[in-house]
Nanobody, 124 residues
């Protein structure tokens, strides 16, 4: 099992920056990837960026060049540095981890774990 807790959201003006953190605990060595998603009301949850166990990163086109995903392995923390924010970036941001999960007699090799989400609002 894996537990994820996000922090760092808030209100920022257009053009500003925010740094989101995701503190992970539990069975972290078995994780295949971690990432950030975002969701606005009435829409699906979209991938923002992810990083594999090998350290390969992947970004959505709408954040390339502005956001950076990284890991602090010593602190078991996933970071999303967001720069040049625009109102279109306003959303609830969720931390995600993909890894195995055993639930009674059931085994899920690639289960999606989620944090509770943190609100990011970009507005003047």
């Amino acid at each position: 099992q894996v537990q994820l807790v996000e922090s760092g959201g808030g209100l920022v003006q257009p053009g500003g920056s925010l740094r989101l953190s995701c503190a992970a605990s539990g069975s972290l060595l078995s994780l295949k990837a971690m990432g950030w998603y975002r969701q606005v009301p009435g829409k699906e949850r979209d991938l923002v960026a992810n990083i594999t166990k090998a350290g390969n990163t992947n970004y959505a086109d709408f954040v390339k060049g502005r956001f950076t995903i990284s890991r602090d392995n010593a602190k078991n923390t996933l970071i999303l540095q967001m720069n040049s924010l625009s109102p279109e970036d306003t959303a609830v941001y969720y931390c995600n981890a993909v890894g195995p999960r055993r639930d009674g007699d059931y085994y899920y090799p690639s289960y999606n774990y989620w944090g509770q989400g943190t609100q990011v609002t970009v507005s003047s």
